[in-house]
């Protein structure tokens, strides 16, 4: 998955955050007040996400090393989950 846009299109960075994404559903651990974007990058093995719980087989698939943006997104709502092997997420918070 390309980026879509310039990061400073999404607002001022406030913050980073590194997870491990394993075998138990997990959503964004220190979302940034007034964060509205983040944009998330995977690491070496596929996982799942999800607007709600997903599971190994149940959600959205992306691949190793691919980018996800969420823009204007509740980002509470998101969560993540490996589909075989536990696989480490990068996280930037943007916004106002």
Known sequence: MAIRRAAS???????????TVAGTAIGLASIATNAVAAMI?????????RWGTPTSSVGHYLN???TLELVNDDLSVVKFIRISSSSTIFVTYFGA
């Open 9 to 19: 299109e999404m607002g001022r960075k406030l913050g980073d955050e590194s997870l």
């Open 64 to 66: 190793p090393y691919s």
């Open 41 to 49: 990058t995977n690491g070496a093995e596929p996982i799942r996400v």
